[in-house]
């Protein structure tokens, strides 16, 4: 959009015109429903930051910005949320693999969160 809103003369810096395009070859705007915040909530005896770490590695390579136990009024359950650094890929594939793993079934949930950079989180 704002490249209709230039006037046809264009932006000059230091003496030279500006080429201004739409960007055909970078990344849309991410409008899913992903954020890399992955909320989980499983049996006590399952629920450790370094098994999770290890089987999150089997499937991507990975960075955390924080990782912490939250609040669960299940009895035997525990709930963990684990924020990665940047949203391409790294909570989607860990997402997936878990879902798809059948040793999980009935066992772990997990969803998405909010992301802590998303309007409104603070």
Not at 6 to 35: F, V
Not at 94 to 109: M, P
């Amino acid at each position: 959009m704002l490249a209709q809103a230039l006037s046809p003369e264009g932006i000059r810096l230091g003496g030279h015109r500006l080429l201004i395009r739409y960007n055909g070859d970078g990344y849309y705007r991410y409008e899913g429903n992903c954020t890399r915040v992955l909320l989980m909530e499983v049996s006590e005896e399952i629920m450790t930051f370094e098994f999770w770490e290890e089987y999150f590695g089997r499937y991507c390579v990975f960075e955390l910005e924080s990782k912490e136990f939250l609040d669960c009024d299940k009895i035997g359950k525990t709930k963990m949320m684990f924020t990665f650094t940047r949203v391409d890929g790294q909570a989607k594939s860990c997402h997936q693999a878990i879902c798809r793993d059948r040793l999980f079934c009935g066992e772990v949930s997990v969803q998405f969160g909010g992301d802590p950079c998303d309007e409104g989180a603070h």
